[in-house]
């Protein structure tokens, strides 16, 4: 075992797992953190922690992990390369290992632009890929990306980021391939509208032996009203909605129930996908919605190794 996280554990005895996020407050309210983990800790196994998503100010990554370990719930940090320098990325990953942090998601980060401070500055010190293998090399070697030796261990279970509907889509699995050699041990994909490229996707991923060195998370978004439906098709970079869908959300009686229906029937055929070792929920200020779709997904009980 490279780190002893529940989620490690869960993959690597062949389950299919289940991870979801909670994203902590644009505030101090630890409550906020806990109540999400309330909701999630009993279908999941294990929670991402967003860290500054769409570049706006929350409260910090770390801050709500801990707050989740406090309740017996597994966190993973999420972290970019947006906001710290390799000084402080390394110096944060310390820190999590000291307080009990087991999981890490390393990303890029959505550009400043999009946030609330766009005039904010970009760090980008290395870039993901970077920062993958920056983490591998503290955990396996011991060793700073300067050379210098760590104190102490640093099992940390290494996660990324996929999304196989970017363009060039010929790219994308060249790229998660980089990531696999930089370190990564699961990966989390972006939401899944369109099944027929993701399948396309994952059918070149296993042509090419990536499924056997990778654990696969497909990302699920449940969908709450045909309006979020169009948001993602026409604003959303990387997110194929295929029109069929928003026809579908459009013509739906009651919009919710509707998208609960998309989310099963999504994971019901990723089961059937050749490499896909599980799920990644991330029901967006919708966090209530998950036990329900993991009960019917017949993805519950989770399992307690």
Not at 13 to 19: E, H, K
Not at 25 to 50: E, F, M
């Amino acid at each position: 075992m490279k780190s002893g996280s529940n989620l490690e554990k869960v993959l690597s005895s062949g389950q299919f797992a289940l991870t979801a996020e909670a994203g902590p407050p644009k505030g101090t309210s630890a409550a906020a953190v806990k109540r999400k983990g309330d909701i999630l800790k009993t279908c999941c196994d294990a929670l991402n922690v967003t860290d500054n998503q769409t570049a706006i100010v929350r409260m910090s990554s770390i801050s709500g992990c801990v707050l989740l370990k406090g309740m017996d719930v597994e966190p993973i940090m999420q972290m970019v390369v947006r906001d710290r320098n390799r000084i402080a990325i390394q110096s944060d990953i310390l820190g999590a290992v000291a307080l009990g942090i087991r999981n890490i998601l390393c990303l890029s980060g959505d550009h400043q632009s999009f946030g609330n401070h766009p005039s904010a500055k970009g760090v980008y010190d290395i870039d993901s890929i970077q920062f993958i293998q920056l983490v591998k090399t503290m955990r396996d070697e011991h060793k700073f990306l300067n050379g210098e030796d760590i104190s102490g261990d640093v099992p940390l279970y290494i996660g990324a980021a996929a999304n196989p509907f970017a363009d060039p889509f010929e790219f994308r699995v060249r790229r998660l391939a980089k990531k696999i050699k930089a370190g990564a041990d699961f990966i989390q994909t972006q939401g899944i509208f369109d099944m027929d490229k993701f399948s396309r996707w994952m059918t070149i991923v296993c042509d090419e032996g990536l499924d056997q060195k990778v654990h696969i998370l497909g990302g699920i978004i449940p969908i709450k009203s045909v309006g979020m439906a169009r948001y993602m098709a026409k604003n959303v970079a990387g997110i194929s909605v295929p029109d069929e869908l928003v026809k579908r959300m459009q013509g739906a009686k009651d919009a919710k129930e509707e998208g609960v229906k998309i989310a099963l029937e999504t994971i019901e055929q990723l089961k059937e996908v050749d490499g896909v070792h599980g799920v990644h929920i991330m029901a967006i200020a919708w966090e209530d919605i998950v036990p329900r779709i993991a009960e019917e997904a017949g993805l519950m009980p989770r399992p307690i190794l």
